[in-house]
């Protein structure tokens, strides 16, 4: 089911044609669908349900606070990685109970702030980090949950610059110095050991590298249990690819499945996700104009209004996302266009070798926007971020307005 679909020969977020939302509000914009937003989580949660579990949202894929608190209020967890993720959480009225807090940089006042509020549990990533945070609590007088991030070395097949779980990358503590980081830990007065977790990479479209890490992991919880360290949960991190164009990635029932067939005699042991992409990027969309078509020796331009500041995917991964027509039989120029930006960067493009049919001012939505679009945009070039809608049925709100001038240099002062 898609909730951005043509009718009547235009397309709609949910009840609401896009046309009238770019009158509205302009574009560059960014539009959620909450109802994806929800039914996505619950395929996570439903593929769970009869094993204990908890879904915490990787927030860095959408931090939007009415994105938060719509999953809030489902009862999600989250998945955090900085003290400023933290209070967004907080104030979308997350419940600190079931925040877990990733990242291999936490600072001195993010480990006091997350201590303060109470999460769920850290995951540890290196051992000066594991003495750091003991000796936070110690001061404060708590006891601080962790599981400790393993690095599994698997090959989670995706692109290199979203790969996580080898043991070339920054990420985790070695599979082979698991075991005895974690007595270490253990003997720790400050710390409580309560789980084991991974995250080997992102937009993963087969089942096989999160299994095989899986069953890493399970050798060392045995490993754990001899050692008589009991875990209470495994926090198998996000990664679940998405459809961008013709992937077929799992659907979190086929993972689930292959997950709980391992866990068998392990019926106790709470499982955890992080999903991020997989709950945000078909929940949204990109919404741009078409400033000019240019043609450049045998090369076709569609010069859009949005770029890469506003979505930097393209630019950054060579990643392929699909862009559509809003009016679904367009007239105009038919090529093969280069959909490019207004930044002034030759990788400043949306998709290369498009096949569209094009005027001047025509309305173009990049599809699978929710994630990674409007948090990693930036204010190069001096743009002003786009606004965000949530649609919900026939109603849409701003969530987030779009930037002004004066926003731009909020803070900057002249010297004498
Ligand atoms: C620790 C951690 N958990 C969860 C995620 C979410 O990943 P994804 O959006 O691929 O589900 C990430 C990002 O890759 C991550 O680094
Ligand atoms: N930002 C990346 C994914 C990285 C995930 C963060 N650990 C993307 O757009 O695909």
């Known amino acids: 089911m898609d ?23 302009g574009t560059p914009l960014y539009i959620y669908s909450r109802a994806t937003i929800e039914r996505h989580w619950h395929a996570f949660n439903d593929a769970l349900s009869g094993h ?30 900085s003290q400023g993720e933290l209070e967004r959480v907080l104030v979308a009225g997350g419940d600190p109970a079931k925040i877990v807090f990733s990242g291999v940089a936490k600072s001195v006042s993010e480990i006091r702030r997350a201590l303060e509020v109470g999460i769920r549990c850290f ?120 459809r961008y164009d013709d992937e077929t990635p799992p659907e979190p029932k086929e993972y689930a499945a292959a997950l709980l067939q391992k866990l068998k005699g392990r019926e106790g042991l709470e499982l955890c996700f992080e999903p991020g992409r997989a709950i945000a990027a078909n929940a949204g969309i990109m919404l741009t104009t078409v400033e000019y078509l240019k043609d450049q020796d045998d090369h076709h331009f569609a010069i859009v209004d949005a770029g890469m500041n506003d979505l930097i995917r393209p630019a950054l991964y060579e990643a392929w996302m699909k862009i559509i027509p809003v009016i679904e039989k367009p007239t105009g120029q038919h090529q093969t266009y280069d959909v490019v930006g207004p930044v002034c960067e030759t990788s400043d493009f949306l998709g290369k070798n498009r096949e569209l049919t094009l005027n001047q001012g025509d ?34 709100y701003v969530v987030r307005e779009r930037e002004i001038f004066e926003d731009l240099w909020r803070g900057e002062h002249l010297v004498k």
């Open 123 to 242: 995951n540890v990533e290196s051992i000066p980090e594991l003495h750091r945070i003991n000796q936070i609590a110690g001061e404060m007088g708590v006891k601080a949950p962790i599981s400790l991030r393993i690095n599994p070395d698997v090959d989670a097949k995706t692109h290199p610059y979203i790969s996580t779980g080898l043991k070339e990358n920054k990420f985790g503590i070695s599979y082979q110095k698991a075991r005895e980081v974690y007595r270490l830990a253990n003997e720790m007065p400050n710390i409580e050991v309560r789980g084991v977790d991974c995250h080997i990479g992102s937009q993963l479209t087969e089942l096989s590298p999160f299994l095989d890490a899986t069953d890493r992991l399970l050798v060392l919880l045995d490993q754990l249990k001899e050692d008589g360290i009991e875990i209470h949960h495994l926090d198998l991190g996000g990664g679940l690819g998405v």
């Open 52 to 81: 204990p579990h908890l879904i915490c949202y990787a927030i860095k894929a959408n931090s939007n606070l009415a994105f938060l608190n719509i999953l809030a209020r489902l009862g999600s967890g989250f998945d955090i990685v």
């Open 363 to 396: 309305l173009l939505a990049v599809r699978s926007a929710g994630a990674y679009g409007f948090t990693m945009s930036s204010n190069y070039n001096t743009r002003c971020r786009p606004a965000e809608i949530m649609v919900d049925g026939a109603q849409a």
């Open 3 to 25: 909730y951005f679909n043509y009718k009547d020969g235009q397309l709609f977020a949910e009840d609401v044609p896009v046309i009238d939302l770019a009158a509205r509000f």
